[in-house]
Structures are given as structure tokens and as C-alpha cells.
């Protein structure tokens, strides 16, 4: 467990989520450094609850089947590693 949060990404690896964002922002007519403000926003706000790895966070926007007619609507996906739990209160 600890192996993998230790592990530095490699050069490939960086490279590739750099692209996936800029994909996403473009698909959503999102500036890549609005998603960054996004997404350091919102570990900001989760850290405060619990620890988390901002770094291996991942966050995309996407369009979802919405009720009706044909309609898509954006949605955001988190993918945020929580590290510890022991400040979490219910």
C-alpha cells in the first residue's frame, strides 16, 4: 500500500494526464488552468475533513444522459485518494 504512494510518476505518466485534461477541458469549453483552480479548490475544501493525496487526485467533466429529450448534462467526476480517515466526523 505504501509502495504506491511513495511512487513517483513517470515522465509518460505525467505527460498523458496533462493530455487527458487538456481533452477534457476542451470538450467542455474549460481552460486547462480553470480545471486546475477547480480541482486544488476542491482539495482545499476536502482537506479540511480528512487527509487526502492532492496529487494523485484526478477530476474530469463530462456530459451525462439527462432526463428528456436527448439532453446532456456536464458532470463532475472526482477521484480523490483519502489517506486518513481519522478526522472524519459523521
Known amino acids: ?12 505518466e505525467i505527460a498523458k494526464d496533462r493530455l487527458k485534461i487538456l481533452l477534457i ?6 481552460s486547462p488552468e480553470m480545471m ?3 480541482k ?11 487527509k487526502i493525496d ?3 487526485m484526478e477530476i474530469q467533466i463530462t456530459k451525462t444522459g439527462g432526463r ?5 448534462h456536464p458532470a463532475l467526476y472526482a477521484n480523490i485518494p483519502i489517506l486518513d ?3 472524519f466526523k459523521n
Do not use: H, P, Q, W
Open 1 to 12: 500500500m505504501f509502495k504506491n504512494i511513495l511512487k513517483r510518476k513517470s515522465s509518460r
Open 25 to 30: 477541458s476542451d470538450r467542455v469549453n474549460c
Open 36 to 38: 486546475e483552480m477547480i
Open 40 to 50: 486544488n479548490d476542491i482539495a482545499k475544501v476536502i482537506s479540511k475533513y480528512m
Open 54 to 56: 492532492a496529487k494523485s
Open 68 to 72: 428528456g429529450r436527448n439532453t446532456k
Open 85 to 87: 480517515l481519522n478526522n
